[in-house]
C-alpha cells in the first residue's frame, strides 16, 4: 500500500515532502493542519501506513494528532517534524508514541530514509501476522506474542507500539546481557539509520511506565552506565 498522511501547515515544507515522497514510490494524502489530518484520516478508515506530523500546526499541534492517532491505532508508524529548538517536543512526542521524529531542515535523502526504514519495520511486522506467526517468548513473569505484538506481565495484557515491541523482542532475545545504545538502535531503527541515540532512551522511559512495578526503580529494564541498558525478567 505505502500511503501516508502528511500535516504540514507550511505549504512550502508540505509540498517539499509530499514530492519526495511520492518520487520515493508513496501514495501521500496531505493535511493543512492537525485537525484536517484527523478529519482525512478518519475519512480514510485509517487506511495509512504512516503519518508525519508536524508539531507546530494551528488548531490541533502535532502533539494532539499523535496522542489521538496513537490511541486509534498502535500499529500506525509516526514520525514528527520538528525544529532544532523543539528539544523537549521531541521528547513529548516519543513519550505520546510516536516512531521517530526528523528536525528541520533536512534533506531529501535524509526524510526518504527515515520513512523507508520505518515502512519495512511495519512490513515485517505485517508479514509475521499473515503468515500466522504464533511463537511466543517467555522471560520471567512475561510473555512476549511476536504475532499479535503484545505483551503479557502476569497473564495482563500491556499494550506495546511497533517501536516499544521490537526493543522487547530485542531484550528477550538477549536476557542478562548489557546492551549499549547503539545496538539497540541499529536493530530497531536499522542500519543506515541517521538519528540520535537518546529516541532510545526515551523509548526505555516509555517502557519503563508500561512494566515497572515503580518505574522510577526499574528492576525489568536496567541501566549500565556508560553503556546502555540489560534485561533482569527473573525466573518464570
Not at 505505502?2 to 515544507?13: C, F, G, N
Not at 485537525?35 to 508539531?55: R, T, V
Not at 552506565?225 to 527473573?234: C, F, M, N, P, S
Request: glycine content about 8%.
Amino acid at each position: 500500500m505505502k500511503k501516508i498522511l502528511v500535516a504540514e501547515d507550511e505549504t512550502a515544507i508540505r509540498e517539499f515532502v509530499v514530492i519526495n515522497l511520492e518520487r520515493g514510490g508513496y501514495t501521500v494524502t496531505e493535511a493543512e493542519n492537525g485537525i484536517d489530518a484527523l478529519e482525512k484520516y478518519e475519512a480514510a478508515n485509517g487506511n495509512f501506513d504512516i503519518a508525519i506530523l508536524d508539531i507546530m500546526m494551528p488548531g490541533k499541534d502535532g502533539l494532539q494528532v499523535c496522542k489521538e492517532l496513537r490511541k486509534r491505532n498502535g500499529n500506525l508508524g509516526i514520525i514528527m517534524l520538528s525544529a532544532r529548538t523543539q528539544e523537549m517536543d521531541k521528547v513529548s512526542g516519543l513519550m505520546l508514541g510516536a516512531d521517530d521524529y526528523i528536525t528541520k531542515p533536512f534533506s531529501p535523502t535524509e526524510l526518504v530514509a527515515r520513512v523507508d526504514a520505518l515502512y519495512r519495520r511495519l512490513a515485517i511486522a505485517e508479514m509475521r501476522m499473515e503468515n500466522n506467526f504464533k511463537e511466543e517468548i517467555q522471560s520471567g513473569i512475561f510473555v512476549l506474542n511476536l504475532k499479535n505484538h503484545s505483551l503479557k506481565k502476569n497473564g495482563r495484557l500491556i499494550e506495546l507500539t511497533q517501536v516499544e515491541f521490537q526493543i522487547m523482542e530485542h531484550f528477550f532475545s538477549n536476557p542478562g546481557k548489557a546492551l549499549d545504545r547503539s545496538a539497540i538502535l541499529k536493530y530497531v531503527w536499522g542500519e543506515a539509520y541517521v538519528g540520535e541515540e537518546k529516541i532510545v532512551d526515551v523509548n526505555i522511559r516509555r517502557l519503563r511506565m508500561k512494566i515497572e512495578d515503580t518505574p522510577s526503580s526499574p528492576k525489568y529494564i536496567v541501566t549500565v552506565w556508560g553503556l546502555g541498558y540489560k534485561w533482569e525478567a527473573g525466573e518464570s
